[in-house]
């Protein structure tokens, strides 16, 4: 490559995502990663997509809505780019109503969401038996579905962006390789340490989760949320169970009884997982901001470098417009990164 015109450090969510949005806006990009393509939490398991409640809407709730709703043509052009399927679907969520007072609170949502999320998904409240075995149990009978909520297979995302990058002339480094223009930091919980190293004050920090992977295929089925367990089915003919948060931990990346109980409160909630074999485990750190928002913009004292980190939970759904605001920062200087997004609101 002749020329580098931005630099991406990380390729974990965060940094392909705004690498293939540079390089679609025509930059040349070039991605260094030290270990490989989603080496942190976003080569995880599950792959949920899914929105804050609509109520009490404020900045963070309408950059996820936008980004979720970015989401599928944003997908499919990674998809039409790299000719693998990134396993995205808009399959919706169901949870279960746990008494009387949570079915009053369903029903004013679905009022709430009727005008926040503009028309473009629904909050529903549904009868249960609607979604035969794979309704979680609910005592009330009847469960939420939103149709909002989407889903990604993580590891194939990671690879879909990386090979959409690499055809449309961009650099993927695994290793070392030399910085060139402005450079982009979104390199996970350790980036978080660095940041917080630099600033002389703490930023954000790791936070442990464990998922595992059952062997059924639901591919087309809503994923749920019950007993705080996500159960998200792939296209792949799996479903993903998730996952554990754990802010102290002595093994970041081995997976303990912890994720055992999820799986068990994950059968216990929805009959046709009862039988469901395990096929796979994972455990990492995601990384958390002190806000709990995605910390965007530049960084504090070093003038060509920007930061994109703290996806934490939610760093799926919020790469497409995460990707939109960083490319747009990096490449026009324009700066479209709502309050309480910013690095510096976690200083």
């Known amino acids: 490559m002749a020329r580098i015109d931005v630099t991406?450090?990380?390729?974990?969510?965060?940094?392909?995502?705004?690498a293939w949005e540079m390089t679609r806006r025509g930059a040349r990009v070039r991605v260094i990663e030290t270990a490989g393509i989603g080496a942190g939490s976003s080569g995880?398991?599950?792959?949920?997509?899914?929105?804050?409640?609509?109520?009490?809407?404020?900045?963070?709730?309408?950059f996820q809505f936008e980004s979720l709703i970015m989401a599928a043509d944003f997908w499919a052009g990674v998809q039409a780019a790299s000719g693998i399927d990134p396993g995205y679907l808009?399959?919706?969520?169901?949870?279960?109503?746990?008494?009387?007072?949570?079915?009053?609170r369903a029903r004013q949502r679905a009022?709430?969401?009727?005008?926040?999320?503009?028309?473009?998904?629904?909050?529903?409240?549904?009868?249960?038996?609607?979604?035969?075995?794979?309704a979680p149990v609910s005592p009330t009978g009847w469960l939420i579905h939103d149709t909002l909520t989407a889903r990604l297979h993580p590891r194939r995302a990671g690879a879909a962006l990386a090979a959409a990058i690499a055809g449309a002339g961009g650099?993927?480094?695994?290793?070392?390789a030399p910085e060139s223009g402005p450079v982009l930091w979104a390199t996970g919980w350790q980036g978080l340490a660095d940041?917080?190293?630099?600033?002389?004050?703490?930023?954000?920090?790791?936070?442990?989760?464990?998922?595992?992977?059952?062997?059924?295929?639901?591919?087309?089925?809503?994923?749920?949320?019950?007993d705080s367990v996500h159960a998200v089915p792939h296209v792949d003919g799996t479903v993903a169970i998730g996952s554990t948060t754990e802010r102290e931990f002595d093994a970041p990346d081995s997976t303990d009884a912890q994720i055992d109980a999820v799986v068990a409160r994950a059968r216990a909630a929805c009959p046709a997982l009862a039988d469901a074999p395990v096929i796979a485990r994972w455990a990492g750190l995601r990384p958390r901001a002190r806000s709990r928002a995605p910390m965007l913009g530049?960084?504090?004292?070093?003038?060509?470098?920007?930061?994109?980190?703290?996806?934490?939970?939610?760093?799926?759904?919020?790469a497409p417009k995460v990707a939109e605001v960083m490319a747009a920062l990096i490449l026009d200087g324009r700066d479209a990164i709502p309050g309480g997004f910013r690095v510096e609101d976690n200083l």
């Open 171 to 176: 650099e993927i480094v695994i290793g070392e």
């Open 195 to 226: 940041l917080g190293a630099a600033l002389g004050r703490n930023v954000g920090a790791p936070v442990k989760g464990q998922a595992a992977l059952l062997g059924l295929d639901r591919a087309d089925a809503p994923q749920y949320l019950a």
């Open 111 to 134: 009022t709430g969401a009727a005008t926040l999320w503009q028309g473009r998904a629904e909050w529903r409240v549904v009868p249960a038996d609607t979604f035969g075995d794979w």
């Open 90 to 104: 808009r399959s919706g969520r169901l949870q279960p109503v746990p008494d009387a007072a949570g079915l009053e």
């Open 8 to 18: 991406v450090r990380g390729a974990g969510i965060f940094g392909l995502a705004c």
């Open 298 to 318: 530049g960084w504090p004292g070093r003038p060509g470098h920007f930061v994109a980190n703290g996806g934490f939970k939610i760093g799926f759904g919020m």
């Open 44 to 62: 995880g398991l599950v792959g949920a997509l899914a929105p804050h409640v609509p109520e009490n809407w404020n900045a963070k709730k309408q």
